[in-house]
């Protein structure tokens, strides 16, 4: 009798194992990694390299450059804030370009006094229309950095620092620690400061190659976790041959809780809209959305609107709810199978990215300057849309499955939230749609079990 129970008891336990993994791998499905490591950008990095120009009597100086080398995330207005923590007791005599946003305590100087005197200063961009004797190359644009692949012209930023009480060579200065770099926000994770090989400049005649005294690298990664604990955008789609709309996960960005948080979205027929926008809150630069099921800034529509013989045609719309945001040079990533048949593409602009080298199912589209390059905010004007004509693929090509629909969409770097797969509109004989429920009523009746068994 009890080696019968015993049996019973370790059935219990492995069936209990099993319950688990398929639980956990369930969940790895379905939630968006936390990490850094982007699969679609792999190398994707901002670096910040501090290049010494000259020695001066107490220190040198230096001009340091941001290059986002992020395929398609860009750093948009407020824009970019850099900071560090001084190894020793430097101080900042001067500045151009850019300029700290405290002076720090500086009474220790008599006569000359230096431009911040904080052990952790931190840098901002200056704005445009800066007086020119105050600015360097790649400076001024308000801390707005753009992409690598829609605006490798400006795709950096600088400015020049003149450093004191930091020792006068290679031997006896000490490079910054502590780097932090919001952009405009957190997200931002910069490692330590390196010494690499000395920047060389070659001269405008190209005759002539000049270096840095000496130069140190600083490389700081994206998380979309870390930059903000809710997503920012979703995906609704829809098809010509399905009456469905399925419409962005309730709650997918938050939940309308006007009651508790008043404030937290607006009523578009609200008549005192323009006065709530207007509130001072604005610069904050926290969304105010319009109330929506879904509470998302963002929400991009994928609808597949026609089929010919030998192309099938696809609407894309962005849509912005965001009553405090103007979208400027935005852009979206879109992973789709049939990418490498893509034949024309009307009002976006459009560049293949290739992250697994030999497949080509990844897009990056963004607008057409001076035309919809700007994504108004929450409005009548606050959308943009494109039309995408696709060859068709004998051998891969079908509706079935929702095989017409995106795998992955990103907008502005961030990972869109994709409805659950067995919402997606389907053909009308289609007979894979009970078998998804199946699968996820099993998984739902397994992991009812494991919670019983702990309670047990």
């Given at each position: ?79 970019w804030s850099l900071g560090w923590t001084w190894a020793k007791k430097e101080v900042i005599w001067s500045m151009m370009g850019g300029q700290t946003t405290e002076q ?353």
């Amino acid at each position: 009798m009890e080696f019968f129970f015993t049996s019973i008891a370790r059935s219990i336990t492995k069936l209990s194992s099993y319950a688990i993994l398929l639980v956990l791998l369930f969940s790895c499905s379905i939630f968006t990694s936390t990490e850094a490591y982007d699969s679609l950008d792999p190398e994707g990095n901002i670096t910040i390299k501090w290049d010494v120009m000259s020695w001066t009597p107490d220190g040198y100086v230096a001009v340091v450059t941001m290059f986002n080398f992020q395929q398609y995330r860009h750093i948009q207005a407020p824009g970019w804030s850099l900071g560090w923590t001084w190894a020793k007791k430097e101080v900042i005599w001067s500045m151009m370009g850019g300029q700290t946003t405290e002076q720090g305590d500086c009474s220790r100087y008599k006569g000359n006094t230096p431009h911040c005197c904080k052990k952790d200063p931190l840098v901002v961009d200056l704005l445009p229309g800066t007086p020119y004797n105050q600015q360097i190359a790649n400076c001024c644009k308000g801390g707005v950095i753009n992409s690598w692949v829609q605006d490798p012209a400006n795709a950096a930023s600088s400015f020049q620092v003149s450093v004191g009480g930091s020792g006068t060579t290679n031997k006896t200065v000490k490079l910054p620690k502590n780097f932090t770099l919001r952009a405009p926000g957190p997200g931002y994770t910069c490692g330590p400061a390196k010494i690499v090989k000395p920047t060389k400049f070659t001269t405008a005649d190209q005759r002539r190659v000049t270096q840095a005294l000496m130069t140190w690298n600083v490389t700081c990664t994206y998380s979309q976790f870390l930059a903000q604990k809710t997503p920012t955008c979703c995906v609704s789609l829809s098809s010509f041959y399905n009456d469905t709309i399925v419409s962005c996960p309730t709650c997918t960005c938050g939940c309308q809780n006007n009651l508790t948080h008043p404030g937290s979205c607006v009523d578009p027929n609200n008549p005192y809209l323009a006065s709530v926008v207007q509130s001072p809150g604005k610069n904050s630069y926290q969304p105010l959305v319009q109330c929506t099921s879904h509470m998302c800034p963002i929400r991009v529509h994928w609808h597949v609107k026609l089929n010919y013989k030998d192309y099938w045609r696809v609407k894309i719309t962005i849509t912005n709810f965001n009553y405090r945001m103007n979208y400027t040079q935005w852009n979206l990533v879109v992973q789709h199978p049939n990418f490498d048949n893509l034949t024309q593409i009307f009002s976006f602009n459009y560049k293949s990215l290739t992250p697994y080298a030999a497949i080509n199912d990844t897009a990056m589209l963004w607008g057409v300057k001076f035309y919809n390059d700007l994504l108004s905010q929450a409005g009548p004007l606050g959308n943009v849309q494109s039309e995408l004509l696709f060859r068709k693929d004998k051998a891969t090509f079908t509706f079935d499955k929702g095989w017409a629909f995106p795998r992955r969409i990103y907008f502005n770097g961030d990972n869109c939230v994709m409805p659950p797969p067995d919402a997606y509109p389907w053909l009308p004989n289609a007979s894979s749609r009970p078998i998804v429920s199946l699968l996820y009523s099993i998984l739902t009746i397994l992991a009812a079990s494991v919670i019983v068994l702990a309670y047990a």
